[in-house]
């Protein structure tokens, strides 16, 4: 992967570098061919990252199929030629020579790139993607349960691909064509193309809301432009660009507003009967638990009704959203909701900024709690594995699969350890389980426990107490538990 990057960076800061020595040394015909050839290496370079090397090797097999036919036939041939060209992009008729490739290359020159934000702060980042994920939640169910819309989404987003190559083929052949009468204009139709595409990918990772307002951003910069090389008089083309920019600056800070104000929390609501204490868990978190960076664990009690406090709950998440810090949970006992929160090691400040922010939204003092946990101990005793947590999870994901439709059975799997080999063979004579090899070691013996389960609340409940009961009988300490169908 390294290798395909290194490759791709070099090829691209070559053309950026030898953009401008064209320009100056090459004459307007020389200046078309160098354009087109830096546009060309650029995608390639995109199938190369992206797709690997197999799906390089047959775009550049269409591609040179489409370039000859161009090549050799007369200019009102083209057209023709073009939408072929487009379709074998489409329809991709070598899809099997492709799957050929794909099963005799290694896994480095085939898998797409991994782009893995890492740095310190790559447990917010990942959180904030759990949360944009199930924000548009709502769209991708639609998915599951309503054909005629999956149908129009797959059939919009193949037709916004297909124009997307069309036009690209299209603006490239205009550009071959015209040498001789080279114009920059030429290059405004690559605009079109990027902005297709990036609809296409929006349509299809996050649906026709997201989509609709990227395309409003982008009719921005082609509007000026074509204002600026109208006929109007000056006075009235400078009004209606500069009225259009200040437009178009003034939507683009709303819509970077809103992008902070679209804050999700998916919560594990529970009653724990040995703390008397109602519960809000975030399950957007769960799977960030235990990381090593965001280890600065505070506690807010805060003095107010839970009807009070979430009311303002939404304005909180946002304030974190925007200052990059965690909300893990939130509990309610005896008129205080006590608020957890997990930030950067390096940022204890902003957990005193937020005691303010509280302090100032709920106009009481409000006592707080922050200190090292890097282990996670903290919301381990209060949250992770309490048995009323657990069984919480297990009834959030199974709920799930019943809004997505899907009714067959679930399999509520849990990972589990002992640390003597006489407890897990205790432990067997109730439960079939799986060894986990690869996540056992000398002192521990980590293994799976599969319980088929229908899907009711109860039953789910039920079976999971159950077992939770036989591991604290043969000292087994619980992991993490998962549901399936």
């Avoid at 990252?49 to 489409?66: D, E, N, S």
């Avoid at 200019?75 to 008729?93: D, K, S």
């Avoid at 709920?399 to 350890?417: A, G, M, N, R």
Wanted: aromatic share 18%; charged share 20%; net charge neutral.
């Amino acid at each position: 992967m390294k290798r395909r990057i290194a490759i791709a960076g070099s090829l691209t800061i070559l053309i950026f570098i030898l953009l401008p020595i064209a320009l100056i040394l090459f004459e307007l015909r020389g200046q078309g061919i160098f354009m087109i050839a830096a546009i060309l290496t650029l995608v390639y370079v995109g199938f190369y990252v992206f797709g690997g090397v197999p799906k390089l090797i047959i775009a550049f097999i269409y591609g040179a199929v489409t370039f000859i036919f161009l090549f050799l036939l007369e200019e009102h041939y083209h057209l023709p030629f073009i939408i072929v060209g487009t379709l074998l992009f489409v329809l991709n008729p070598l899809s099997s020579f492709e799957q050929f490739l794909t099963e005799k290359m290694n896994d480095e020159d085939v898998l797409p790139i991994r782009i893995s934000i890492r740095g310190s702060y790559w447990p917010f980042f990942s959180y904030q993607k759990e949360m944009k994920n199930f924000y548009h939640l709502p769209q991708a169910r639609k998915l599951y349960t309503k054909k005629w819309y999956l149908h129009t989404r797959q059939f919009t987003t193949l037709g916004l691909s297909t124009l997307g190559i069309f036009l690209f083929i299209l603006g490239i052949n205009n550009i071959a064509n015209t040498l001789d009468d080279f114009n920059w204009f030429n290059f405004f139709v690559f605009y079109n193309v990027i902005v297709i595409f990036i609809l296409a990918f929006f349509l299809f990772k996050k649906g026709f809301t997201s989509t609709f307002r990227t395309f409003v951003i982008s009719l921005f910069l082609p509007v000026i432009f074509l204002i600026f090389i109208s006929s109007f008089p000056d006075p009235l083309k400078y009004s209606l660009a500069g009225s259009m920019i200040i437009i178009g600056l003034v939507v683009g800070a709303v819509e970077l507003y809103k992008f902070y104000q679209r804050v999700a929390y998916d919560q594990y609501h529970y009653y724990d009967v040995d703390h008397q204490t109602e519960v809000f868990a975030n399950a957007l978190f769960e799977p960030l638990v235990y990381n090593e960076t965001f280890t600065k664990c505070g506690q807010f009690k805060i003095k107010t009704k839970l009807d009070e406090f979430q009311k303002q709950f939404h304005d909180i998440l946002v304030y974190a959203n925007y200052f990059k810090f965690i909300i893990t949970a939130y509990a309610y006992k005896e008129g205080h909701v006590t608020l957890y929160a997990d930030f950067h090691f390096r940022n204890e400040k902003r957990g005193f900024k937020f005691k303010t922010y509280l302090e100032t939204k709920f106009k009481t003092e409000i006592p707080m709690v922050i200190g090292d946990d890097p282990n996670k101990e903290i919301y381990e005793r209060e949250f992770f594995h309490r048995p009323d947590y657990i069984i919480a999870r297990a009834q959030n994901l199974a709920q799930l699969l019943k809004e997505l439709e899907i009714k067959t059975k679930i399999i509520i799997s849990l990972i589990v350890y002992f640390e003597l080999e006489e407890e897990l063979e205790g432990f067997m004579e109730d439960y079939p389980i799986t060894r986990l090899t690869d996540l056992s070691d000398d002192d521990y013996l980590t293994v799976r426990v599969d319980m088929p389960c229908i899907n009711v609340d109860y039953m789910i409940e039920s079976k999971i107490r159950e077992l939770l009961l036989s591991l604290m009988i043969h000292h087994g300490k619980f992991v993490r538990i998962s549901v399936y169908y």
